[in-house]
Every structure is written in structure tokens, then in C-alpha cells.
């Protein structure tokens, strides 16, 4: 099983960018599909954006398409989340997750999480 670790959140102004990341240890990082999740207080967990192995494919919830960008290095068994623009429902706490197989979109698709970094955007 692959281990995840998240980092670069934060507090930012409505409007302002972050970036997080997601390293990776483990298995062969390409082997899997990478996804972000984020969960609010009182709300579900839900999807924000997803990756193939190969990075030749995306997929975006309808809230962050056009704000988010999602990509990975393999190299640096790396996946990052680009967030433009932000607005203060994007504020959550943002995990990581990996599954061995095709992209996807839900929660009980991934059997790897990370443990979450904060992001709070100020109205």
C-alpha cells in the first residue's frame, strides 16, 4: 500500500492561489490513480479532482473546474492540486488518495488517504 503525506495549505484571502502537494512513498507511484477529496465541517466527504497514472487524463468536480488544476511528477512520486481563485466555500480539509486501477471519482474507490491539510480561505 502506498503511503501519503499532504502539505501547502493554509490561510489565504478570498481570491488568492495555493498549491498543495501529495508525496508518495511505497509502490510504483504510476501504478496508481491519485485523487483530491476535500471534507468541510458538518458535510461529506467529496470529490475535487483526479488523475491518471500517466497524467494523460483529468477529472474535475463541477465546483473547482476552471480554478483547479490537478497534475503529478512521477519522478518525484509527486501529485499537486493548483487552487485559483479561491472562494470561502473551498475552505476544508483536503486529503489525497490512490487507488490501483483506472481514474475515479468517489470516496470508496481509493484505498490510500493521507491524513489531510488544512485550507481556509478568509471572505
Known amino acids: 500500500q502506498v503511503q501519503l503525506v499532504e502539505s501547502g495549505g493554509g490561510l489565504v484571502q478570498a481570491g488568492g492561489s495555493l498549491r498543495l502537494s501529495c508525496a508518495a512513498s511505497?509502490?510504483?507511484?504510476?501504478?496508481?490513480?491519485m485523487g483530491w477529496f476535500r471534507q468541510a465541517p458538518g458535510k461529506e466527504r467529496e470529490f475535487v479532482a483526479a488523475?491518471?497514472?500517466?497524467?494523460?487524463?483529468?477529472s474535475y468536480a463541477d465546483s473547482v473546474k476552471g480554478r483547479f488544476t490537478i497534475s503529478r511528477d512521477n519522478a518525484k512520486n509527486t501529485v499537486y492540486l493548483q487552487m485559483n481563485s479561491l472562494k470561502f466555500e473551498d475552505t476544508a480539509v483536503y486529503c489525497c488518495?490512490?487507488?490501483?486501477?483506472?481514474?475515479?471519482?468517489?470516496?470508496?474507490?481509493?484505498?490510500?488517504w493521507g491524513q489531510g491539510t488544512q485550507v481556509t480561505v478568509s471572505s
Open positions: 488518495a490512490a487507488r490501483v486501477g483506472p481514474i475515479a471519482t468517489s470516496v470508496t474507490d481509493f484505498g490510500s
Open positions: 511505497g509502490r510504483t507511484f504510476r501504478n496508481y490513480a
Open positions: 488523475i491518471t497514472g500517466w497524467g494523460t487524463m483529468t
